[in-house]
């Protein structure tokens, strides 16, 4: 059996070809937060404490739009809503946990993290240290956004926007769900969901992005039901 | 205070991420549920690919000859097929640049 800090490894390991995009993002993040005319600390603090991507981008806009400290905050809670999916799915996983440390790891759940250490929990269903890749996909995911974060605010924009480097973002999360191409009822529910979020896309406060799953797991019940 | 929101956004936030893992016990969750809880990275990650790449930073559609559908398609072909994750990602960027800055 695999020891904890071998599990942990694996999931540095795992996660380690979506830092390739998770790197620029956070540099271009921190540009961003100077630019639109926040401190160096505030514009980190989002990083530290909110600690959710494209949310932080969202809110900084909008406060620096002029909107309300509330539109802010519920734009941030939609668009980090789909955790309670992933939380959902890992729960099983986590469920022998220690509350401490259910509470710990949490904090380290994020997209890419979610989807290595989900795919590392289907292989191997019964290792007792499983937890440890989730810890490892999570804090190498958390400590690369940190230090984006401050290179972007201090370097500013290093990274030419002519490179479009933003289009990374949904290249990394093309290279997850690209082996599940292979099953036809997951195609489907790929398509309608991506169609609904397009759709969508302009909805008040981001609800796209958890409309657009709800929409994409009710597809998904549809085609179970005719399975039988 | 804007101070405030950062907290409160996060304190919202780290709940999205916490709620789940510790309140869902295993026998909440039926077999279909299970079933149903299997298609959630291919509900979520295709809502952000999706407008990621059909529409620009205005959240108008996009044309077909734009560079943002070469390369997902490009990616998409090349991580089917290899099945690697770095792969996938550079080759995308590299015919999204290509297109951007050979054509």
């Not at chain 2, 780290?14 to 079933?35: A, G, P, Q």
């Amino acid at each position: 059996m695999r020891s904890k800090y071998e599990i942990f490894k694996i999931g540095i390991k795992d996660v380690a070809p979506h830092l390739l995009s998770v790197f620029p993002f956070g540099i271009i993040f921190g540009a961003i937060g100077i630019e639109l005319g926040f401190s160096p600390l505030f514009t980190y603090a989002t990083s530290l404490i909110i600690f959710g991507g494209a949310s932080q981008i969202v809110f900084l806009q909008l406060l620096s739009g002029g909107a309300s400290s509330l539109i802010a905050i519920a734009s941030v809670g939609v668009i980090n809503s789909r955790h309670f999916l992933y939380g959902a799915v890992l729960s099983e996983y986590l469920q022998k946990l220690s509350l401490i440390k259910k509470l710990f790891i949490s904090y380290f759940i994020v997209d890419q993290g979610f989807a290595v250490s989900n795919q590392y929990f289907k292989k191997n269903p019964t290792g007792e240290f499983n937890h440890y890749h989730l810890i490892g996909s999570g804090i190498i995911l958390w400590f690369i956004w940190q230090v984006s974060t401050i290179m972007g605010i201090y370097l500013g924009s290093i990274v030419p926007e002519e490179l479009g480097l933003k289009f990374a973002i949904p290249l990394t999360f093309i290279a997850i769900i690209v082996n599940e191409l292979r099953k036809l009822d997951h195609v489907f529910v790929m398509i309608i969901s991506g169609l609904a979020a397009t759709f969508f896309y302009n909805a008040p406060f981001k609800t796209y992005i958890i409309i657009s799953p709800l929409i994409g797991l009710f597809t998904a019940m549809i085609i179970n039901k005719f399975k039988k | 205070m804007t101070w405030t929101s950062i907290f409160i956004a996060g304190i919202l936030t780290y709940f999205t991420r916490m709620s789940m893992v510790t309140l869902i016990r295993k026998e909440m969750i039926s077999d279909n549920l299970r079933k149903i809880l299997n298609y959630v990275p291919s509900v979520v990650f295709p809502s952000i690919i999706f407008p990621g790449v059909l529409l620009d930073d205005f959240g108008t559609l996009v044309t077909i000859s734009d560079p943002k559908i070469f390369g997902a398609i490009t990616a998409l072909v090349i991580g089917f097929f290899t099945r690697n994750v770095i792969l996938t990602i550079v080759s995308g960027l590299s015919s999204y640049w290509i297109v951007i800055f050979v054509f």
